[in-house]
């Protein structure tokens, strides 16, 4: 049996040095690689043949049935690790190329790692620490793992106790199976099978988008420094805490029911949250993960996160002023001329520049819209991309970028899809895109037909990357009338009558930038978008831009109270009070500002402070690592930054806000050292 065995994986070996030499060059192994990668050949052609067993379970069925001298020789090879020439500033990388990962990679660089990228199953084998940041969807990325044989080398990794760390996917890969697009096997390292979110419990709104709290139980270090604070999550699958996982599990969230947010045993790690986009808590936790050494044994005293928080976005409108730099500008009502002579465009500062110190000002997340996309060709409009690549470099939260997202076709003749536009969006560090008028067109058309082509932008995008990371952004414009009956649109009784003394209203969508209504109202719109796949809803309305005077609470909450993903309201906050309305009025996820936050007339930090005061739970930013251990060296002879920071970390709420106050100048100074305005972004 054994000498049959033998001969057997010689043959494996020999199908394996074939089959490299007929895989896609970046997959195909070294020498080295394939002799290291050998056990998993037999992985490989198995899969060809069948799809019916995970990795990992072919894997622990060999070790069970102890198969002799196979075991060992099984054993012996995986054990060998190539004489490592990386050094302790080296992370490896699982990039499968399904979506945003340069976020990961620029956190990582921020951190002063190198990444070296994973080319075949041997480079898994070898690595010192490895990062799966999972992106995309199950069944796609478990393809891919089968079909290179780096699922196999991934479970061996796992089972070997190597230093893993797996983000969002990168957990979900890890369970027997998931129920997205399935069920489909997963890697069968942890029991249990993915699902989706239930909208029905609780009312909760899927995908699961923003920042949560996680309840942290089995001791893991790496999250030492997440205490009761908020972390990003963006999904709508998860997993659900059990008998047989429990082993596992390091900590919870709640959402509509609690699911696992995060697993450790031993060396391996994996997070349901996207650290690299959760802020300084996030970069906090990879760097515990790369650098366990490096971890201060003071744990920062716990913050106040109970429940998923309200978000406050800012938002930057891009376009090309008549010099044809890009700025940032900002309309009344969608113009963003100047009331002058000379009518420029508004130029209310760089992107970039403005988009780093909303993040260091609090920011939950950034959105950028390029608000002449409906006319220019985004992908001839690489300025854009340069912005967010940028920007991406140093900004930790959640990047939308929108404007010109649609199939399209250049002056040579040359044929872009829409698919094509947010791949390259997406790997130029966006984290969502934002469709405006091409949803538009495609909502009308489904209205009309009644059926789904599948090709419109959204269902597309959506379709390859998930719908939490399409949004669909509308512009609507109030258009009042006497009597509901008058329209075949959805109408409302308004707070606030008409010019004529209308007491009803109903929402015209517009595309081109508000420039040309369409027959379609904003609740049919937000309806129909949310059947073809949007995962939020960017909710603009014409009339108050700019204006300062409130969100339209009527609008908010007639969409908010219509669909069954989150709806971001935007357009008019001018005061603090302005955000607490729409929260306790409507059911927003989010809001977001533009006008007051550019002219400086509202911190970000001050609208937080307000919703506290009001008990609506936000986000409070965690203080950089830098400026962290700056004051803890100073304990002896505290600093008044360190008092500040400590009873702004551990006293009540109330005071919390009023050392907030005094902390928010501090922090600016702190950052003011920062390089921010040599480029020309
Ligand atoms: O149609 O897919 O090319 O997308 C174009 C995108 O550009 C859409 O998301 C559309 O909302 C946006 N857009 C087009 N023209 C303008 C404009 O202002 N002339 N900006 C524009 C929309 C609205 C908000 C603004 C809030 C908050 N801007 O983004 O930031 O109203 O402002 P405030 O706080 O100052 O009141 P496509």
Request: hydrophobic share 35%; proline share 5%; charged share 20%.
């Amino acid at each position: 049996m054994a000498m049959g065995m033998n001969t057997i994986l010689t043959f494996l070996d020999m199908t394996c040095a074939m089959l490299n030499l007929l895989w896609p060059k970046e997959f195909r192994l070294s020498m080295e690689a394939a002799t290291l990668a050998a056990p998993f050949s037999s992985y490989v052609t198995s899969t060809q043949n069948s799809s019916s067993s995970s990795p990992c379970s072919l894997l622990l069925s060999r070790k069970k049935k102890n198969l002799g001298s196979v075991n060992l020789r099984f054993k012996s090879r995986l054990s060998v690790r190539a004489s490592s020439s990386t050094s302790d500033s080296v992370v490896t990388l699982l990039d499968y190329g399904a979506g945003n990962v340069r976020s990961i990679r620029n956190a990582l660089r921020h951190l002063g790692f190198s990444i070296k990228d994973v080319q075949t199953p041997g480079d898994i084998l070898n690595a010192d620490r490895l990062i799966f940041p999972g992106v995309g969807a199950f069944a796609p990325a478990m393809d891919v793992l089968n079909k290179t044989g780096m699922g196999e080398a991934l479970c061996t990794y796992i089972e070997n106790d190597r230093p893993f760390l797996g983000i969002c996917l990168g957990l979900q890969l890890l369970f027997d199976s998931s129920e997205e697009n399935g069920p489909v096997k997963g890697l069968g390292v942890i029991p249990g099978t993915v699902g989706r979110f239930d909208s029905s419990a609780g009312g909760i709104r899927v995908p699961h988008i923003g920042w949560n709290a996680l309840q942290v139980g089995n001791a893991s270090d790496i999250l030492d420094d997440v205490g009761n604070r908020h972390v990003y999550f963006v999904h709508s699958y998860r997993a659900i805490p059990s008998n047989e996982n429990k082993d596992w599990v390091s900590s919870t969230c709640h959402y509509g029911e609690s699911f696992i947010s995060s697993i450790r045993r031993g060396n391996v790690h994996a997070v349901q949250f996207h650290p690299e986009k959760s802020g300084e808590v996030g970069l906090s936790v990879l760097r515990r993960f790369l650098d366990p050494k490096s971890s201060s044994k003071q744990k920062p005293e716990e913050g106040k996160a109970s429940k998923l928080a309200k978000r406050v976005i800012a938002c930057l409108d891009v376009r090309t002023n008549d010099k044809g730099d890009l700025v940032v500008t900002k309309g009344d009502q969608y113009d963003v001329r100047e009331q002058s002579n000379e009518n420029e465009v508004r130029n209310l500062g760089k992107p970039v520049d403005l988009a780093r110190q909303y993040y260091k000002d609090g920011a939950d997340e950034i959105s950028f819209l390029n608000i002449t996309g409906f006319r220019d060709f985004p992908l001839g409009d690489l300025p854009m991309i340069q912005v967010l690549r940028y920007t991406s470099e140093n900004v930790f939260v959640p990047l939308t970028v929108g404007g010109g997202i649609r199939d399209f076709t250049d002056a040579t003749g040359r044929y872009y899809s829409s698919l094509e536009v947010a791949a390259e969006y997406f790997r130029s560090g966006a984290d969502k895109i934002s469709i405006g008028s091409d949803a538009v067109y495609a909502a009308e058309e489904f209205i009309k037909s009644g059926a789904k082509t599948g090709k419109s932008s959204l269902e597309q995008i959506s379709r390859v990357y998930g719908n939490q990371a399409v949004v669909v952004s509308i512009d609507p414009r109030r258009v009042y009338v006497n009597d509901p009956d008058d329209v075949p649109y959805k109408v409302i009784k308004v707070t606030n009558p008409g010019p004529n003394g209308e007491e009803y209203a109903w929402y015209q969508c517009t595309v081109s930038g508000g420039r040309e209504g369409r027959p379609i109202g904003a609740y049919e719109l937000a309806k129909a978008v949310e059947e073809l796949g949007a995962g939020e809803i960017l909710l603009n309305c014409i009339d108050c831009d700019g204006q300062g005077k409130g969100f339209d609470t009527d609008l908010v909450k007639l969409i908010s109270d219509s669909v069954g993903i989150p709806v971001i309201a935007s357009s008019g906050a001018g005061t603090p009070e302005h955000f607490s309305e729409v929260f306790e009025t409507t059911n927003a996820s989010a809001a977001l500002a533009a006008g007051i936050f550019h002219r400086k007339e509202v911190p970000i930090q001050s609208v937080k402070e307000h919703l506290l005061e009001k008990s609506i739970e936000v986000r409070i930013k965690m203080q950089p690592r830098e400026h962290l251990s700056l004051l803890h060296t100073s304990d002896e002879h505290p600093s008044s930054d360190l008092l500040v920071y400590k009873s702004y970390c551990s006293s009540s709420q109330t005071r919390q806000h009023n050392v907030a106050r005094l902390l928010l100048p501090l922090t600016v100074c702190s950052f003011s050292s920062i390089n921010m305005g040599t480029d020309p972004y």
